[in-house]
């Protein structure tokens, strides 16, 4: 009304037909509407955003539409001369320096929070932004503790929090002088222009460089925010244009007073969030006011990234010193003990001193055939001494530093996860260890009071604690306790011998010992003698003494070593003592697999489709087993399909994703619409009725039979007929779970699902899932009945986990019923030979499905070397299913049968869940359980059938 009353329309009219102005207003209307819909669930964010956005913008208005009266043609620049010249500079170089400090800090968050703020008001933009943030810390810690995210998600997200690309490094220096430029460049306005363009620039161009390797160079986040905090402090004082402060009298003046005013108000309520402390905000705002908002916001930031930056400074060092040592005492010995080592007369190396510290330790709190957590272990050199030194049954390490956790190399029993040592009560059920052990590390954590705490939960049942500490002598003076706190152990860990059996006895502990080792042993090997004196060195033991004795571990034997019996092994091991048979000289799930030029390739290869396979996602994740993103580009191609289409390719790339597709557009939403149709016909019809109903009865029907028929047929190892044999339901779950339609070649969301595989290959999954069981390979079970007696051993159950086929061979009163279930043969080859891949080299891709008139089943090859791009293959190699021609160069040969489903199954599924628990047998395997037949129906009835399992009891 204002504009309507007093100002001339035409003016206004003008601004809405200028390219320019749309442009701006589209984009800032777009990222508003993102930012708004991120916190819809929170009223007041949306309340403020669009009061700023009103304030500002009416000074905005205003100015613009005098300026445009007055024949103004430079509106971008000579509103900043006008916000930037002397007195007010102060208040505008406030607020400019704190947007620079806010782009480092949501370097993580949606550009259209930038925009938003470049474009509309900085306050506007991150009063929306700040309360998600807050909402995600939360979640994030949630996640953490109840294992939801993966362990590539969780390295991921860890990156990106604990590091700052130098991109934007790099880019906020020279934002940084541009400001400082402004002011001095007044008087020219070529010159003045420039520095303008160059700081709104650099505070967009970290997001651009994100798509190349100059993003991939990071730095920790606390010097960054600490140079930032002193720099922006150091100019506020020095800065003599910072010096003359005016109240601001134009409408640009107005509007970015406002915008300031309100930023440094967001600072406050973020570190009030955080800290939730009245007087350290009310400090805070004190001190705003003396060195400006920007510099508050980067030392606070640089505050909570500190901890870990002097952990790492500190770990660090220690592994510096533990190099010298080595190198000083010509210790040749190959491994990655980092701790302070057992300094006997006798010892001539580091690592035997590092060994025999372990040994100390161990020979305090460990017995034979013991279950054992390791805490905060480093690389593992310990948790590979540990078992094999005492015995244990099984052994766990745990630690936060995940390229300790990536070069470590898991083996049968012995494992390393990245887990936080405050998270292991979370993690880990209570029934699974009976130690709990922290070598020479324990004085380091955040909290040593919550390690005990934790490490009782985890021994709830019953268990021993023990671990290496640096204990304060009484009455040891205040500049110790400040020399250890230097050196990463936080006051509150500095416990004297009295304290620390008050402590453990507040916990709950009982049998509490402290023995002491001489400072000559350990400490005086590093420590200077002034502080020798103040401290000493121990191994502490403390045990949990139950409450009520916990019963027996129920015995289970588990027949057949694939991914169903895997599964069932792997969740009963927690309460159960699990036995595996495996009748072949390997276990199944990787049995097949071949190394080969110091890599291992799956045989036959697995992959999993985000959003069908969800509960072997799940797998992985629970484990911490890495999974990477399969290549999945393919090439369909032979003389069977629609008239006119001999080949086509799915790309890695998206663009040519788009073009590829484009002649078939119609045909894809077609078929998108038909899928997205659930109707009551489906449960009733084969896939080959669907199919008839819905006009894809041929292969030259279209694209979208011949594609289908060629991905079914691969995928299930079976033929054309079987493929259209299938009950429609389970094919559509499938196609829909995977979102295998239009959607899924032309989508540009990066965060889509990706088809992913286990990283470096299923062994990894495979000794995960043996964790804690005794395995048997090389070992037929001979036909056991009722009594459950296998091999001399009385079970109380058994889940056999082998093909339907095998049932009977194994268990003298299983029913005919797993006779009727059916499977086909397959066979695969591992081959140099190139002649059965498509004839134009340029059309090869990681998969290529060949489909002929001939055959009555697709043939699929594997490029194993653009499969495995990180394994370097010195020349091709190629893995064929069902090869239409036997291949030349054969390098291994393997047989396998899947399981074939029809609209017969289900009853057959049925009949075998009446008799699942009969006289305590189980049974699982893909053809139990509704679906594909694929890993996913293994991992489920692996699961479904140690459930079953735990309820018998």
């Not at 320019?20 to 777009?30: D, E, K, R, T």
């Not at 220096?173 to 402004?182: G, K, T």
């Not at 006798?346 to 805490?375: F, I, M, N, P, W």
């Not at 399909?641 to 086509?648: D, E, L, M, T, V």
Request: glycine fraction near 6%; hydrophobic fraction near 40%; include cysteine.
């Amino acid at each position: 009304l204002w504009f309507v009353k007093n100002h001339k329309m035409e003016v206004v009219g003008s601004l809405a037909r200028d390219p320019q102005v749309i442009v701006y207003f589209a984009v800032l209307g777009w990222s508003m509407v993102y930012c708004f819909r991120k916190c819809s669930h929170i009223i007041w964010p949306l309340v403020c955003s669009l009061a700023t956005l009103s304030v500002t913008w009416f000074y905005i208005m205003r100015y613009t539409y005098e300026y445009k009266i007055a024949g103004g043609n430079n509106l971008f620049d000579d509103a900043y001369v006008d916000v930037v010249k002397p007195p007010h500079y102060a208040m505008s170089a406030q607020l400019l320096t704190w947007v620079i400090v806010a782009s480092v800090w949501a370097r993580n968050a949606d550009i259209r929070y930038i925009l938003y703020g470049m474009l509309g008001a900085m306050s506007g933009a991150y009063v929306t932004w700040i309360p998600v943030l807050l909402e995600e810390k939360q979640q994030r810690k949630a996640s953490n503790s109840e294992k939801l995210v993966s362990r590539a998600n969780r390295t991921r997200r860890d990156e990106k929090e604990t590091t700052v690309p130098l991109t934007y490094a790099l880019s906020s220096a020279v934002s940084f002088l541009a400001v400082l430029a402004l002011p001095r460049v007044l008087g020219n306005e070529l010159a003045f222009g420039v520095w303008l363009k160059l700081l709104h620039i650099f505070l967009v161009l970290p997001r651009i460089l994100c798509l190349t390797s100059w993003h991939k160079r990071t730095v920790h986040p606390f010097p960054v925010y600490v140079l930032l905090g002193l720099a922006t402090a150091v100019t506020h004082w020095m800065d003599p244009y910072m010096q003359q402060v005016a109240w601001p009298e134009t409408d640009c003046q107005l509007s970015i007073s406002c915008d300031c005013v309100l930023c440094a108000a967001l600072t406050l309520y973020y570190i009030y969030k955080m800290t939730q402390s009245v007087v350290f905000v009310s400090v805070m705002s004190v001190a705003t006011l003396l060195f400006s908002p920007g510099a508050v916001l980067a030392l606070y930031l640089a505050s909570e990234h500190w901890s870990s930056f002097h952990g790492i400074c500190v770990t660090r060092l220690q592994i510096y010193g533990a190099s010298m040592m080595k190198k000083s005492l010509k210790d040749t010995k190959s491994n990655t003990w980092v701790n302070l080592g057992l300094w006997l007369p006798e010892t001539s190396s580091y690592s035997a001193a590092c060994e025999q510290l372990a040994k100390k330790l161990g020979s305090s709190a460990l017995d034979a055939g013991d279950r054992v957590l390791c805490c905060g272990c480093g690389f593992g050199s310990e948790v590979t001494y540990f078992k094999n030194e005492f015995k244990l049954q099984h052994i766990t390490g745990i630690d936060a530093y995940e390229p300790a956790i990536r070069a470590f190399k898991p083996s049968h029993n012995i494992r390393l996860q990245n887990v936080a040592v405050e998270d292991m009560a979370n993690r880990f059920p209570s029934c699974l260890f009976n130690k709990v052990l922290a070598l020479d590390n324990v004085y380091h954590y955040a909290s040593k009071k919550e390690f005990f705490s934790s490490s009782f939960e985890v021994l709830k049942v019953g268990g021993t604690v023990g671990v290496t500490d640096i204990i304060l002598e009484p009455g040891a003076p205040t500049w110790v306790r400040c020399i250890l706190t230097a050196m990463n152990i936080p006051w509150a860990n500095q416990w004297t011998t009295q304290e620390y059996n008050s402590h453990l006895k507040d916990v709950g502990y009982t049998r509490i010992k402290v023995e002491p080792i001489t400072n000559a042993e350990v400490l005086e090997k590093w420590f200077p003698s002034f502080v020798c004196r103040h401290v000493r060195y121990a191994v502490v033991t403390a045990c949990v003494s139950p409450k009520i004795a916990p019963s027996p571990r129920k015995k289970v034997a588990v027949i057949g070593s694939g991914l169903s019996g895997l599964v069932t092994a792997s969740e009963l091991v927690d309460t159960h003592d699990v036995t595996i048979y495996e009748a072949n000289e390997k276990i199944g799930l990787s049995g097949q697999g071949l190394d080969i030029h110091g890599s291992t390739i799956d045989i036959p290869l697995r992959m999993i489709g985000q959003g069908y396979y969800n509960l072997v996602e799940e797998l992985t994740v629970k484990l911490d087993v890495p999974t990477v993103v399969a290549r999945a580009d393919c090439t369909f191609y032979g003389d069977n399909g629609p008239r006119g289409i001999s080949i086509f390719s799915y790309a890695l790339s998206r663009v040519q994703n788009l073009l590829q597709v484009f002649p078939h557009v119609w045909a894809g939403i077609q078929f998108a619409a038909k899928i997205g149709k659930v109707d009551k016909a489906e449960r009733r019809e084969s896939w080959g009725e669907w199919l008839d109903r819905n006009g894809y009865g041929s292969l030259e029907d279209g694209i979208v039979p011949w594609l289908l028929m060629g991905q079914n047929s691969w995928l299930l190892s079976c033929t054309y007929d079987q493929v259209r044999g299938y009950p429609a339901r389970i094919l559509l779950e499938f196609i829909r779970g995977l979102n295998l339609s239009l959607n899924a070649f032309i989508t540009l969301d990066p965060d889509a699902p990706n088809i992913v595989r286990v990283s470096p290959s299923m062994k990894a999954l495979e000794t995960a899932l043996i964790y804690g069981c005794e395995v048997h390979v090389g070992t037929p079970v001979m036909q056991f009945s009722s009594d459950l007696v296998i091999n001399g051993i009385k079970y109380d159950s058994v889940v056999i986990a082998t093909e339907a086929r095998a049932v009977q061979k194994v268990y003298k009163d299983a029913p005919d019923v797993f006779g009727q279930v059916e499977y086909h043969p397959s066979s695969i080859y591992v081959h140099t030979d190139p002649a059965l891949m498509p004839a134009n080299e340029a059309d090869w891709k990681a998969l290529n499905v060949r489909q002929s008139k001939e055959h009555n089943m697709c043939q699929l090859t594997v490029w194993m070397n653009e499969y495995y791009p990180e394994y370097n293959l010195p020349h091709n190699i190629f893995q064929t299913w069902n090869a239409h021609t036997k291949p030349k160069g054969i390098i291994k040969e393997a047989n396998f049968y899947r399981v074939v489903h029809t609209k017969e199954t289900e009853p057959i599924q049925k009949e075998i869940e009446l008799i699942q628990g009969k006289n305590n047998v189980f049974y699982a395997g893909s053809y139990t359980s509704h679906g594909m037949g694929l890993l996913e129906q293994a991992a489920r009835s692996g699961v479904t059938a140690a459930v079953r399992v735990k309820g018998a009891f």
